[in-house]
Protein backbone atom coordinates (compact mmCIF):
# COMPACT_ATOMS: atom_id res chain seq x y z
CA UNK A 1 0.00 0.00 0.00
CA UNK A 2 0.88 3.46 -0.70
CA UNK A 3 2.20 6.54 1.27
CA UNK A 4 -1.37 8.05 0.06
CA UNK A 5 -3.38 5.50 0.18
CA UNK A 6 -1.99 4.75 4.21
CA UNK A 7 -2.97 8.63 4.55
CA UNK A 8 -6.67 8.12 3.43
CA UNK A 9 -7.21 5.49 6.19
CA UNK A 10 -4.79 6.16 9.09
CA UNK A 11 -4.13 10.36 8.58
CA UNK A 12 -5.45 10.31 12.06
CA UNK A 13 -2.67 8.29 13.36
CA UNK A 14 -0.35 9.95 11.25
CA UNK A 15 -1.35 13.28 12.52
CA UNK A 16 -0.88 11.84 16.04
CA UNK A 17 2.48 11.12 15.81
CA UNK A 18 3.63 14.37 14.40
CA UNK A 19 1.58 16.05 17.24
CA UNK A 20 2.86 14.57 19.67
CA UNK A 21 6.32 14.95 18.35
CA UNK A 22 5.55 18.96 18.35
CA UNK A 23 4.39 18.35 22.10
CA UNK A 24 7.88 16.61 23.15
CA UNK A 25 9.80 19.56 21.64
CA UNK A 26 7.28 22.06 23.80
CA UNK A 27 7.45 20.09 26.89
CA UNK A 28 11.48 20.23 26.71
CA UNK A 29 11.62 23.95 25.67
CA UNK A 30 9.46 24.50 29.19
CA UNK A 31 11.03 21.79 31.52
CA UNK A 32 14.27 20.49 30.09
CA UNK A 33 15.73 18.74 33.19
CA UNK A 34 12.46 16.47 32.88
CA UNK A 35 13.18 15.30 29.42
CA UNK A 36 16.62 13.49 29.19
CA UNK A 37 18.54 13.13 26.09
CA UNK A 38 17.90 9.36 25.83
CA UNK A 39 14.09 9.63 26.28
CA UNK A 40 13.80 11.94 23.84
CA UNK A 41 15.98 10.43 21.44
CA UNK A 42 14.09 6.95 21.94
CA UNK A 43 10.88 8.76 21.64
CA UNK A 44 11.98 10.32 18.34
CA UNK A 45 13.49 6.98 17.24
CA UNK A 46 10.12 5.06 17.79
CA UNK A 47 8.08 7.72 15.45
CA UNK A 48 11.28 7.61 12.52
CA UNK A 49 10.50 3.90 12.52
CA UNK A 50 6.43 4.50 12.43
CA UNK A 51 7.78 7.09 9.03
CA UNK A 52 9.57 3.93 7.81
CA UNK A 53 6.69 2.12 8.15
CA UNK A 54 4.35 4.91 6.24
CA UNK A 55 6.92 4.86 3.16
CA UNK A 56 7.09 1.43 2.83
CA UNK A 57 11.41 1.28 3.84
CA UNK A 58 12.95 -1.41 5.44
CA UNK A 59 16.78 -0.68 7.20
CA UNK A 60 19.29 -3.40 6.66
CA UNK A 61 22.12 -2.24 8.84
CA UNK A 62 25.83 -3.16 8.84
CA UNK A 63 28.53 -2.42 11.05
CA UNK A 64 27.05 -1.99 13.73
CA UNK A 65 30.08 -3.33 15.52
CA UNK A 66 32.34 -0.69 14.39
CA UNK A 67 30.61 1.91 16.19
CA UNK A 68 33.08 3.14 18.91
CA UNK A 69 32.04 3.07 22.47
CA UNK A 70 32.54 7.04 23.20
CA UNK A 71 32.01 10.28 21.38
CA UNK A 72 32.72 9.92 17.45
CA UNK A 73 31.55 11.52 14.30
CA UNK A 74 29.79 10.16 11.46
CA UNK A 75 29.96 10.71 7.89
CA UNK A 76 27.19 9.45 5.77
CA UNK A 77 26.63 10.05 1.80
CA UNK A 78 23.71 12.00 1.11
CA UNK A 79 20.45 11.21 -0.95
CA UNK A 80 17.52 12.09 0.10
CA UNK A 81 16.29 14.35 3.32
CA UNK A 82 15.05 11.40 4.44
CA UNK A 83 18.60 10.39 5.28
CA UNK A 84 18.80 11.31 8.96
CA UNK A 85 15.59 9.11 10.12
CA UNK A 86 17.46 6.10 8.37
CA UNK A 87 20.87 7.01 10.57
CA UNK A 88 18.87 7.32 13.93
CA UNK A 89 16.83 4.30 13.33
CA UNK A 90 20.28 2.32 12.36
CA UNK A 91 21.81 3.29 15.84
CA UNK A 92 18.81 1.23 17.56
CA UNK A 93 21.08 -0.97 19.88
CA UNK A 94 20.44 -4.52 18.03
CA UNK A 95 20.72 -6.83 20.94
CA UNK A 96 17.47 -6.44 22.51
CA UNK A 97 18.75 -9.22 25.32
CA UNK A 98 21.74 -7.08 26.74
CA UNK A 99 18.94 -4.11 27.60
CA UNK A 100 21.55 -1.77 25.85
CA UNK A 101 20.64 1.70 25.08
CA UNK A 102 19.86 3.35 21.43
CA UNK A 103 22.99 5.44 20.47
CA UNK A 104 22.14 8.96 20.47
CA UNK A 105 23.14 10.92 17.26
CA UNK A 106 23.64 15.04 17.31
CA UNK A 107 23.17 16.25 14.02
CA UNK A 108 24.33 19.53 11.92
CA UNK A 109 21.41 21.01 9.90
CA UNK A 110 21.04 24.03 7.69
CA UNK A 111 19.34 26.88 9.15
CA UNK A 112 16.89 26.87 6.35
CA UNK A 113 14.87 24.01 8.18
CA UNK A 114 14.22 25.97 10.85
CA UNK A 115 11.61 27.49 8.48
CA UNK A 116 9.49 23.95 8.65
CA UNK A 117 7.57 23.83 11.96
CA UNK A 118 7.64 20.04 12.60
CA UNK A 119 10.85 19.58 11.04
CA UNK A 120 12.56 22.29 13.38
CA UNK A 121 10.79 20.55 16.07
CA UNK A 122 12.09 17.37 15.23
CA UNK A 123 15.95 18.37 15.43
CA UNK A 124 15.31 20.46 18.47
CA UNK A 125 14.59 17.41 20.49
CA UNK A 126 17.56 16.04 19.05
CA UNK A 127 19.97 19.08 20.15
CA UNK A 128 20.68 19.71 16.23
CA UNK A 129 22.87 22.33 15.85
CA UNK A 130 22.08 24.60 13.07
CA UNK A 131 24.54 25.91 10.48
CA UNK A 132 24.57 29.52 8.40
CA UNK A 133 26.33 28.41 5.65
CA UNK A 134 26.52 31.94 3.81
CA UNK A 135 27.94 33.59 7.24
CA UNK A 136 31.20 31.95 7.22
CA UNK A 137 32.17 33.06 10.97
CA UNK A 138 28.95 31.94 12.20
CA UNK A 139 29.65 28.22 10.57
CA UNK A 140 33.03 27.99 12.20
CA UNK A 141 31.40 28.80 15.90
CA UNK A 142 28.59 26.36 14.97
CA UNK A 143 31.27 24.02 14.11
CA UNK A 144 32.57 24.08 17.53
CA UNK A 145 30.17 24.55 19.66
CA UNK A 146 28.63 21.09 17.95
CA UNK A 147 32.23 19.20 18.38
CA UNK A 148 32.11 20.75 22.51
CA UNK A 149 29.03 19.12 23.12
CA UNK A 150 29.99 15.72 20.87
CA UNK A 151 32.64 15.33 23.03
CA UNK A 152 31.19 16.27 26.40
CA UNK A 153 28.09 14.49 26.16
CA UNK A 154 29.80 11.45 24.29
CA UNK A 155 26.80 10.94 21.58
CA UNK A 156 27.72 9.86 17.81
CA UNK A 157 27.88 13.61 15.87
CA UNK A 158 26.61 13.27 12.36
CA UNK A 159 27.44 15.42 9.42
CA UNK A 160 26.95 15.08 5.87
CA UNK A 161 30.11 15.79 4.42
CA UNK A 162 28.25 16.76 0.88
CA UNK A 163 26.57 19.32 2.91
CA UNK A 164 23.12 19.15 0.84
CA UNK A 165 21.50 16.21 -0.71
CA UNK A 166 22.93 15.18 -3.98
CA UNK A 167 20.30 13.79 -6.42
CA UNK A 168 23.04 12.04 -9.04
CA UNK A 169 24.49 8.69 -8.99
CA UNK A 170 27.79 9.68 -7.60
CA UNK A 171 28.85 11.69 -4.26
CA UNK A 172 29.45 15.20 -4.25
CA UNK A 173 32.17 17.31 -3.15
CA UNK A 174 32.67 16.01 0.76
CA UNK A 175 33.52 19.95 2.80
CA UNK A 176 36.65 20.46 5.29
CA UNK A 177 34.25 21.21 8.36
CA UNK A 178 33.69 17.88 9.45
CA UNK A 179 37.77 17.61 9.43
CA UNK A 180 38.01 20.65 11.78
CA UNK A 181 35.68 19.08 14.03
CA UNK A 182 37.19 15.45 14.11
CA UNK A 183 40.65 17.11 14.65
CA UNK A 184 40.07 20.21 17.18
CA UNK A 185 38.17 17.70 19.59
CA UNK A 186 39.88 14.04 18.90
CA UNK A 187 36.90 12.52 17.52
CA UNK A 188 37.13 9.21 15.65
CA UNK A 189 35.78 9.41 12.28
CA UNK A 190 33.06 6.66 10.93
CA UNK A 191 32.34 6.75 7.01
CA UNK A 192 28.94 5.58 6.54
CA UNK A 193 27.45 4.62 3.34
CA UNK A 194 23.71 4.94 2.45
CA UNK A 195 21.77 3.42 -0.62
CA UNK A 196 18.42 3.25 -2.13
CA UNK A 197 16.93 6.36 -0.39
CA UNK A 198 16.86 8.10 -3.25
CA UNK A 199 12.65 6.77 -3.93
CA UNK A 200 12.05 6.68 -0.29
CA UNK A 201 9.74 9.86 -0.44
CA UNK A 202 7.87 8.77 -3.61
CA UNK A 203 4.51 9.28 -2.14
CA UNK A 204 2.74 6.54 -4.77
CA UNK A 205 5.06 4.04 -4.81
CA UNK A 206 3.30 0.46 -3.12
CA UNK A 207 6.40 -1.78 -3.15
CA UNK A 208 8.61 -1.85 -0.20
CA UNK A 209 12.11 -0.26 -0.53
CA UNK A 210 15.21 -1.78 1.26
CA UNK A 211 17.61 0.73 2.39
CA UNK A 212 21.08 -0.41 3.05
CA UNK A 213 23.12 1.42 5.50
CA UNK A 214 26.58 0.10 6.78
CA UNK A 215 29.11 1.65 9.59
CA UNK A 216 32.56 1.33 8.01
CA UNK A 217 35.71 0.97 10.15
CA UNK A 218 36.24 3.67 11.89
CA UNK A 219 39.58 6.11 11.16
CA UNK A 220 41.28 6.63 14.48
CA UNK A 221 42.29 9.70 15.43
CA UNK A 222 46.31 9.15 15.69
CA UNK A 223 45.51 8.02 11.46
CA UNK A 224 44.68 11.15 10.63
CA UNK A 225 45.22 14.29 13.04
CA UNK A 226 48.60 15.23 11.21
CA UNK A 227 47.19 14.56 7.68
CA UNK A 228 45.79 16.96 5.35
CA UNK A 229 42.05 17.51 5.42
CA UNK A 230 41.83 17.16 1.46
CA UNK A 231 43.67 13.62 1.93
CA UNK A 232 41.68 12.59 4.62
CA UNK A 233 38.24 13.51 3.08
CA UNK A 234 39.20 11.63 -0.08
CA UNK A 235 40.05 8.53 1.77
CA UNK A 236 36.58 8.69 3.51
CA UNK A 237 34.66 9.50 0.40
CA UNK A 238 36.64 6.27 -1.96
CA UNK A 239 35.59 4.30 1.04
CA UNK A 240 31.85 4.97 0.67
CA UNK A 241 32.18 4.85 -3.04
CA UNK A 242 33.91 1.49 -2.69
CA UNK A 243 31.19 0.26 -0.50
CA UNK A 244 28.49 1.57 -2.78
CA UNK A 245 29.71 0.00 -5.84
CA UNK A 246 30.25 -3.33 -4.05
CA UNK A 247 26.51 -3.22 -2.03
Request: proline share 5%.
Amino acid sequence: MSFNLKMIFLWWHFLWCMWSLKSLANRYKRMPEDTPPQLRNDQVLKRAKQLLWYFNVNIEVKGYENLPKGPSLLLPNHKSSFDPFIVLAALEHKDKKLMGKNRIPTFIAKIELKRRKIIKSILEILDTFFINRSNIRQSIKTLDEFGEFVKTNKTSGVIFPEGTRINEESLGEFKAGALRVAKKYYLPIVPVAISDTRQVLNKNRCKKIKVKIEFLKPIKQNEFITMDNHVVLNKVKKQIEERLLNG
